[in-house]
């Protein structure tokens, strides 16, 4: 079945330190593509997404390329803040109903 | 406008009770989905509800069932509570079943679980 890896955190950046938090999906097809951030004591929150191969999702800074080839949506922000920490989900949809999702990754950000 | 809410937040239960959960979705959304996420996990999908009826369901025992109403409001209820049942229950709406291209989902903050 369809499935999606995340890199295993947790994640301790500076900041503005640079983020990448990498994504691999098992499809068949071409699914969407999306990640998901749930701040301490929140739900879960759209951040970005894509639909396509190629397509580039960004949103508050943080950006991630679909790329079908490697079969990847890594997550990246140039300049990370005390605010983004959080846990990270990717996640990808395909035909109808249902999320699968990553494991999550944990980022703290130190001042 | 509010968005998608669920009670109650936090609850605990003993081993082999009933659990019922409540959610609304966000208003203009028709279709419910709810997830388990194990502590330390990814949310797991359970099932979906739309036209008050299941739609799709994930890899989750019957002990697992649900129900929409005419108001798209949704419970869901666990019989026979394992330990292993102790997790964050999400509800998420969208405005119908999603489609690949990823009709924006919104989830609510959850309620937590504990079996004890």
């Known amino acids: 079945g369809d499935s999606v890896t995340q890199m295993e955190g947790p994640v301790t950046l500076s900041e503005e330190a640079f983020l990448t938090i990498n994504c691999t999906y098992t499809a068949t097809g071409y699914p969407s593509l999306f990640w998901y951030v749930q701040y301490p004591g929140e739900g879960l929150q759209l951040l970005l997404k894509?639909?396509?191969?190629?397509d580039k999702g960004s949103n508050k800074g943080f950006e991630a390329t679909y790329r079908k080839e490697t079969t990847s949506f890594h997550l990246e922000k140039g300049s990370v803040q005390v605010s983004d920490s959080a846990v990270y989900f990717c996640a990808l949809i395909q035909g109808a109903q249902k999320l699968v999702f990553g494991q999550g990754t944990r980022l703290t950000i130190n001042p | 406008d509010a968005g998608v809410t669920q009670s109650p937040t936090h609850l605990i239960k003993t081993r082999g009770q009933q659990v019922t959960l409540r959610c609304s979705p966000k208003s203009g959304h028709d279709t419910v989905s709810w997830y388990q996420q194990a502590l330390g996990q990814g949310p797991q999908f359970i099932f979906q509800y739309y036209e008050e009826e299941e739609r799709q369901r994930g890899n989750f025992p019957d002990r697992f069932s649900g129900h929409q109403f005419p108001n798209y409001s949704s419970e869901l209820n666990v019989n026979a509570l394992l330990l292993g049942d102790s997790a964050l229950y999400l509800c998420a709406s969208s405005l119908g079943m999603v489609s690949r291209y990823g009709n924006t989902i919104y989830f609510g903050e959850g309620s937590w679980l504990t079996v004890v």
């Open positions: 894509a639909t396509k191969a190629d």
